[in-house]
């Protein structure tokens, strides 16, 4: 799997809240950088590991989640999403902010 991002090191570690936003914007907000959606272009391949240890997140490609909907990524545990939409990856906090890394990349078949 070639990896295709981050444009740099920290913005490989995001911050959700309990407002969705998208995985690129988090990942701009997290390195002090505009340029992680196009260094990601084409990407199809997301990991995220949450790192908190009290609370989940929830992620949806192309829709909005909800600190109630969405698929659920539990606290201190790592999620692999393959054949996604990187670029229309939403995330939001089930409560307060969670520490997120995140690795992007190409899922070859």
Not at 5 to 13: D, E, I, T, V
Not at 39 to 54: P, R
Not at 82 to 99: G, L, P, Q, R
Request: with cysteine; proline share 3%.
């Amino acid at each position: 799997m070639p990896i295709l991002g981050p444009s740099n090191a920290a913005s490989s570690l995001i911050t959700a809240t309990t407002t969705a936003t998208k995985l690129f914007s988090l990942m701009d907000t997290a390195g002090s950088v505009t340029d992680n959606a196009e260094v990601g272009a084409g990407a199809n391949y997301v990991k995220i590991a949450n790192e908190d240890a009290t609370n989940n997140i929830r992620v949806l490609f192309g829709k909005t989640p909800t600190t109630t909907d969405g698929f659920i990524v539990l606290k201190g545990t790592t999620e692999e999403f393959k054949d996604c939409d990187v670029a229309n990856m939403e995330i939001i906090s089930t409560a307060a902010t969670v520490n997120c890394s995140v690795l992007i990349g190409t899922n070859i078949r």
